[in-house]
């Protein structure tokens, strides 16, 4: 059988890698055009996913560069796996609240990540600013809400990402 040299293996993996991180970085752009060209609100879980998004591209780019150091590497796609199960989390959490919970207000004492939502969108409120509800399903595409879409990305980012962590090296 056809065995991979460990430099094969290394440049598939950061090709990987890039492909990852790009899609993570696409999927912060789809969402800031989401809002800003169709006017969608975006909500704190939003944010906040948008949020974990980055944290992926940049542990993945973190990951690319640290290829040849094998346990650095390996850190950094545990916290982009980490990022990814997470954000499916948070997405699933939201999916929930949307299908389910519609009438849900929220409590008066915020959450310390929604503090930290608004925080950053008050830093930066191009890309971080929450001003949508998070049980308002809002804009669909092909019946699906931006939470289920974005629950299908975490959980993919998430078995990629055990992919490459549970891959054998040479």
Same mark, same amino acid.
């Given at each position: 059988m056809f065995r991979q040299t460990t430099q094969q293996q290394r440049n598939l993996r $950061?090709? +990987?890698? =890039?492909? #990852? /991180?790009?899609?993570? &970085? /696409?999927? =912060? &752009? =789809?969402g800031i055009l989401l809002a800003h060209q169709l006017n969608l609100a975006a909500c704190p879980l939003c944010i &906040? +996913? $948008?949020?974990?998004?980055? =944290?992926i591209a940049l542990s993945a780019s973190i990951a690319y560069f640290l290829a040849h150091h094998a346990k650095s590497s390996r850190l950094a796609m545990l916290l982009m796996g980490l990022a990814a199960f997470t954000g499916a989390g948070i997405a699933a959490y939201q999916t929930w609240l949307q299908r389910f919970a519609a009438d849900t207000n929220c409590a008066a004492n915020q959450p310390w990540w929604e503090r930290f939502v608004y925080w950053a969108g008050e830093k930066a409120p191009w890309f971080f600013e929450a001003t949508g509800l998070c049980s308002d399903a809002g804009w669909k595409l092909l019946g699906l809400s931006i939470a289920e879409w974005s629950l299908l990305a975490f959980? #993919?980012?998430?078995?990629?990402t055990l992919r490459l962590l549970l891959k054998k090296s040479n």
């Open positions: $950061r090709t +990987q890698l =890039v492909l #990852i /991180g790009t899609a993570a &970085l /696409g999927l =912060v &752009l =789809v &906040l +996913q $948008r949020m974990l998004y980055l =944290v959980s #993919i980012f998430t078995f990629l």
